[in-house]
């Protein structure tokens, strides 16, 4: 389904991401250390201030004229809408664009009930194949660069579920697989069984729950994807170092989880084409050793 004519060549070509800015190799491809989530592009409004199937796309297409190169999403974001305005936006899409997304959870008519407030996973291999098909449609894609399990289901044994990935990949269906929501054990057994690519948690300075889930990942050459990287709630040392640069925090918290890792690779995510630039300006911020030691030693 990917076409390799009538590519476009004008605000789509690389502009250069920022001079320092390093890369990091996530599923086979070479991309900057910062992406773009694409969770809250339905959120994105048009001029009478109502949410917009083309400000959505107009903002998928800003990150990409930024220098986005690695793009995350998931067939729950919308109930398939992210998924198909990013195909709009962008494809047929350039060589150096890595696409993401996640099967696992369910959403809308296909949500189950939960009392006891679990995530509504749903990890069973036909249900994760159905997915990815879904997922492919909607990409206009033969095959997905990288799929990640969005969270492990509970009700199903998880070597059963990381299996039909296997199965997805080994059918041309998938290139890589990627995991979300979990921990060193459930990365351990995976790794077991397939090359992991890439891990993708909840983590910022004030959550730092996933601290070990790094050090694995730095340690086995898997990208860290963490998600919600600007939330940073009522942080006075973030706030400190934000102040010192004259940026925002969220901004100093970008440039933070840059400086922690050389695994870490943020995809912040946003509805507004001004904090999307806001956030891509993070990568620019030099923050001193003495910032980076300050902001490693406190949490919020």
């Not at 790794?191 to 993708?200: D, E, F, H, K, N």
């Amino acid at each position: 389904m990917q076409e390799a004519a009538n590519r476009p060549t004008t605000s789509l070509e690389p502009l250069g991401y920022r001079a320092g800015m390093s890369t990091i190799e996530v599923a086979g491809k070479e991309v900057p250390r910062l992406g773009f989530g694409a969770m809250r592009v339905m959120g994105a409004l048009g001029s009478d201030g109502k949410p917009d199937r083309e400000a959505s796309r107009a903002l998928i297409r800003r990150a990409v004229e930024l220098g986005a190169r690695f793009i995350d999403t998931a067939n729950i974001y919308g109930d398939g809408y992210s998924e198909e305005v990013i195909a709009e936006a962008l494809h047929p899409y350039a060589d150096d664009l890595l696409i993401a997304t996640k099967g696992g959870l369910v959403g809308g008519a296909a949500r189950r009930p939960n009392p006891d407030g679990r995530p509504n996973t749903d990890g069973r291999p036909d249900s994760l194949k159905q997915a990815c098909e879904a997922s492919l449609r909607r990409l206009r894609l033969d095959t997905i660069d990288l799929y990640q399990l969005h969270a492990p289901d509970p009700d199903v044994p998880f070597e059963e579920s990381i299996g039909a990935l296997i199965e997805l990949r080994d059918e041309g269906k998938i290139r890589h697989i990627g995991l979300s929501n979990l921990g060193r054990r459930q990365i351990a057994a995976a790794s077991a069984l397939t090359p992991i690519a890439s891990v993708q948690n909840r983590y910022n300075h004030d959550d730092r729950a996933s601290e070990g889930v790094i050090d694995m990942c730095e340690e086995h050459g898997i990208a860290f994807l963490p998600w919600g990287p600007v939330q940073v709630g009522d942080d006075t040392a973030v706030a400190g170092v934000a102040e010192k640069h004259g940026v925002s925090t969220q901004q100093a918290a970008l440039a933070w989880l840059l400086a922690r890792s050389s695994t870490m690779l943020p995809i912040p995510g946003t509805s507004s084409i001004a904090h999307l630039e806001q956030n891509v300006a993070a990568a620019d911020i030099a923050l001193d050793p003495g910032d980076v030691e300050l902001l490693n030693a406190t949490a919020g």
